[in-house]
């Protein structure tokens, strides 16, 4: 059946507010979380983690640890057959169990499972690491540098020809673009150029990392975590472990939050093979000093921006060179980043290059738009400085160069309908636009983009005996989708909300799905739910059909009932939705819809964001006065969650801008790995966050559903940049903004 | 290790109970009461995801131990509701979609009820400082902020009724 868009978009529920099927659970403390959850005869796992920052592991002795009462297992690298690991997920192993080298302070060595967490504890002190300390590297310039220690001999620069003949910390080079830079430079009557540099932020969930794995003797095995993709899991902890895919079940917990740092796995591997050894259920949760040094974060940066522009503002010539390390391992998203830093802009030349760095620190995981909030930051600030150089209004100059309908993007395809004009001209008229500032204040405007994703997608729905709807979705729920996936049943099936209940359905119930990223759940679970929910219409149509004795092609739905098709059809009296559930035994049996689906057609995002803030003079800190986030939805499925998605990115933001950064001492070791030290947002810290729903209608989806997740988090960095800007009257480059550095930049 | 025993009030129901000297008033409730509403977010009473109310005064329950909670009244997030009735703050954080991941909502509901008891009328900066010390990562504590303003008032006019 086409994915045709619904007639007129005249919603009945699509858009209303109603309250979320997990709500009460959560509110009531009956919520099961990663760590809520255990099982009969369960141990207590515990992992031990590298001191050093790069190290040589001679040897493991874990002889002392077996032999404490209580200890039922010990793993380490030998636990895992790394000649039968895929090539492509090596370095997955290599991360969850360091091998011949610890990359980073806190990687992991050796693990146990006992009878308890006292126990546990202490036979982590008993095994005998033998390191051989090398010399290590944490920043990102350094790393480049052709005399830093090289973390792995086998890294030659991908992307650069001819291929080095020297290993190097440059893992590859990317490059995007088009047209002729220096020849737009030569028309330029304006050019700005400056280097910024972004340290790296934690995604910062409230919940830490947490599973409970159980692998029977048959070799069966079950596991329930705390993740944003229980099938990426289930394939991942199962090929490490040798194990085949159709013996582990993995069952998705409700998740404290992810962000993009739950789409890989750190624990659950290890669990596994744990519990295996141990041949007991064991359980493993990481403290948060283990989530800081040893999950996410994601990557610090180095960004060069060049931008030159005529007197009217047209932007006529932009580069940009961009380092991001990824940690330990190849894979920062310097290339997202790449793609993403000028897709704001409609522009003739513009000429991107990226260069993925590895580092002695945690491997980056995704965090939220992954890399291109650190791209943002400088190109927003180039062009604010623009238009303080050309007299120019900052959204006026974004309004004349904005990429719209039909722009070649810098990172190659065309854009289709977009929001990014209207969200700048809301913002031009906004009331916050037009606040009069007083001393020592700013006023910061920036735009953001993200791509969103599709992916693959299965979805069961179930019409249950009364009428009632069983909705199976297989993406973790992080931010109230299941209230989403539940509106768009109803509305394609045209019944009531609360007839619809939603779930994440576990690994041995639905076909593969994709992880919970990419802004993609709404998006590619809501394309299949409607699908599932089509496929439903039809077999019910074909029911009535049956009943009426009429052809299936004589019955249409219509508002949650199966109808005759125009007079010749017959004159039957409407059926019901339960009505045909109730007799389904009589007529065919049960009645299900189903889409298996790789989802296309994913719509990108723009945002504009708007900021206030005052910047105290005597201590350098700043308070955000007003925030306004203006974005494009497509179609706001429950405004209520968009709204959410939208204040959620901005405040993360405004913690990056401000507050957060990963601190490295000279040994190579993280200085703040904890929330006293590593400060995200408090409630006392932001103001009521404005928001302001466009909706230009994605075309590749049936409602005209664009993701939301993540385009919030990439304006913040430079809106909030650009605000501390003018406050200090000068050019902040360095995120995050802390009150030492704003200081410095006022006391000149 | 020989174990404590302990007798405590939680919810109001009796809850006597063994424990190790090391272990905190947060493992008990979580490990021995199964009442895993309060969560560990950070183990240092930096998060509030671990709130609990001990006699009165809102707590971390990850920096009180087991042992200390010896003849004590503690209010956890599972002694919220009456019944079927949830409680006005637990009602409002669903209306406002006050979460979204909801791991930190239980503190936030124990640390706001622990504000609206000792001040029924805060204003939106008092909520704010009242609930500094719970960190949430999803919402940017915008609808947190409407939701316990929402219920205060709420509970104000219950009470001026009756």
């Known amino acids: 059946m086409p994915l045709d868009a619904k007639p007129g978009m005249d919603f009945k529920v699509i858009g209303t507010r109603p309250v979320r099927p997990d709500g009460i659970d959560k509110v009531t403390g009956r919520a099961r979380f990663g760590a809520d959850f255990n099982m009969p005869g369960q141990l207590t796992g515990r992992v031990l983690r ?113 291929r080095p003949t020297k290993a190097s910390n440059i893992a590859s080079r990317v490059e995007f673009g088009h047209g002729d830079v220096e020849a737009g430079f030569q028309q330029a009557d304006v050019i700005v150029e400056r280097e910024f540099r972004t340290e790296a932020a934690h995604q910062g969930y409230i919940e830490p990392h947490a599973v409970v794995a159980s692998m029977g003797a048959d070799g069966y095995a079950e596991m329930w975590c705390c993740t944003q993709g229980h099938f990426m899991v289930r394939n991942i902890s199962a090929h490490l472990n040798g194990v085949d895919v159709s013996k582990l079940r993995v069952t998705a917990s409700e998740i404290g939050g992810g962000f993009g740092g739950k789409t890989t796995v750190f624990l659950e591997p290890v669990a596994l093979a744990l519990s295996r050894k141990a041949n007991r259920p064991v359980k493993l949760v990481m403290t948060r000093d283990e989530v800081f040094r040893a999950s996410g974060p994601t990557s610090s940066s180095y960004v060069k921006v060049k931008i030159g522009a005529k007197k009217d503002g047209t932007i006529t010539g932009a580069y940009a060179e961009l380092a991001y390390q990824g940690g330990a391992f190849r894979g920062s998203p310097v290339d997202m980043g790449a793609m993403c830093t000028y897709a704001c802009y409609d522009l003739k030349n513009v000429q991107v290059v990226g260069y993925d760095v590895v580092v002695n620190r945690p491997k980056q995981a995704a965090y939220r738009a992954p890399g291109a909030p650190q791209a943002a930051f400088g190109v927003e600030s180039v062009i604010d400085e623009l238009a303080q150089k050309l007299g120019m209004d900052p959204i006026d100059l974004r309004l004349k160069n904005a990429a719209r309908d039909g722009t070649k993007s810098s990172y190659g395809p065309t854009f289709g309908p977009n ?30 983009f993200w791509f969103n994703f599709g992916g693959q997608t299965a979805v069961s729905m179930n019409v249950n005996i009364d009428g009632s709807i069983a ?38 119930s639905l076909g593969f799905n994709d992880v919970t990223e990419g802004s993609r759940v709404t998006f590619s679970s809501g394309l299949a739910t409607v699908q599932a929910a089509r496929d439903a219409i039809k077999k019910m149509c074909g029911r009535a059909a049956q009943m009426w004795g009429i052809p299936e092609d004589a019955v249409e739905w219509k508002d949650g009932h199966a109808h005759p098709a125009g007079a010749n059809a017959g004159n039957f009296p409407p059926m019901s939705l339960a009505d045909i559930a109730k007799d389904a035994g009589n007529t065919g049996g049960p009645i299900a819809g189903h889409c298996e689906v790789n989802a296309e057609g994913a719509g990108i995002s723009f945002a504009t964001h708007l900021v206030d803030v005052e910047v105290d003079p005597q201590t350098g800190r700043t308070q955000v006065l007003r925030y306004t986030v203006i974005q494009d939805a497509g179609k706001a499925i429950h405004p209520t969650y968009v709204e959410g998605q939208y204040q959620g990115g901005a405040a993360q933001g405004v913690g990056w801008a401000l507050n957060e950064e990963y601190i490295y001492g000279k040994d190579g070791r993280l200085q703040n790995a904890g929330f006293l030290d590593y400060r995200i947002p408090v409630c006392s810290d932001l103001p009521m966050i404005d928001t302001v729903i466009i909706e230009v209608p994605n075309p590749g989806h049936p409602y005209g559903v664009r993701g939301v997740g993540e385009t919030g988090i990439v304006p913040p960095l430079g809106a909030v940049g650009n605000a501390v800007s003018h406050a200090c009257g000068h050019r902040m480059t360095v995120v995050p903004m802390s009150p030492p550095r704003s200081l410095k930049a006022i006391k000149g | 290790m020989s174990k404590i025993t302990v007798s405590a009030t939680v919810n109001g129901d009796a809850a006597d109970f063994v424990c190790d000297a090391t272990e905190t008033l947060l493992d008990v409730l979580r490990d021995r009461l199964g009442l895993t509403g309060a969560k560990e977010g950070c183990g240092t009473g930096d998060c509030g995801a671990c709130s609990v109310i001990l006699n009165d005064r809102l707590v971390c329950a990850c920096l009180v131990l087991g042992a200390e909670a010896q003849g004590a009244k503690i209010e956890t997030v599972e002694g919220l509701a009456n019944g079927e009735t949830l409680h006005p703050l637990q009602r409002k954080f669903i209306e406002h979609a006050a979460l979204q991941c909801g791991v930190c909502t239980p503190g936030f509901l124990v640390a706001a009820k622990s504000l609206i008891d000792h001040n029924p009328d805060p204003t939106e900066e008092q909520v704010r400082y009242w609930l500094a010390g719970n960190l949430c990562r999803c919402t940017g504590y915008d609808k947190i902020v409407r939701a316990v303003l929402d219920a205060a008032a709420e509970m104000r006019e219950a009470n001026h009724a009756a």
Not at chain 1, 440 to 447: E, L, S
Not at chain 1, 492 to 508: F, M, P, Q
């Open chain 1, 50 to 162: 590298s001191p050093h920052a790069h190290a040589r592991v001679k040897s493991i002795d874990v002889s002392q640890a077996l032999k404490l009462q209580g200890v039922k297992a010990v793993v380490t690298r030998d636990d895992f057959n790394a000649d039968a690991v895929d090539p492509a997920l090596m370095d997955v192993l290599v991360n969850v169990m360091a091998r011949d080298k610890v990359l980073y302070e806190g990687h992991a060595v050796a693990a146990v499972a006992a009878v308890d967490a006292p126990t546990a504890r202490q036979a982590l002190k008993l095994i005998k690491v033998d390191y051989e300390i090398l010399p290590h590297v944490t920043d990102v310039e350094e790393a480049m540098k052709p005399s830093a220690p090289v973390l792995h001999a086998d890294m030659f620069t991908d992307g650069v020809e001819p």
């Open chain 1, 419 to 448: 929001g990014l004009i209207q969200t700048l001209e809301a913002a031009k008229n906004h009331p916050n636009y037009k606040v009069k500032l007083g001393p020592h204040q700013g006023r910061g405007v920036a735009v953001g």
């Open chain 1, 471 to 508: 909705l199976a979705v297989g993406t973790p729920d992080i931010g109230g989708s299941r209230a989403s996936m539940g509106l768009m049943a109803a509305e394609e099936l045209g019944i009531a909300y609360d007839k619809v209940r939603t779930i994440v359905a576990d690994t041995a």
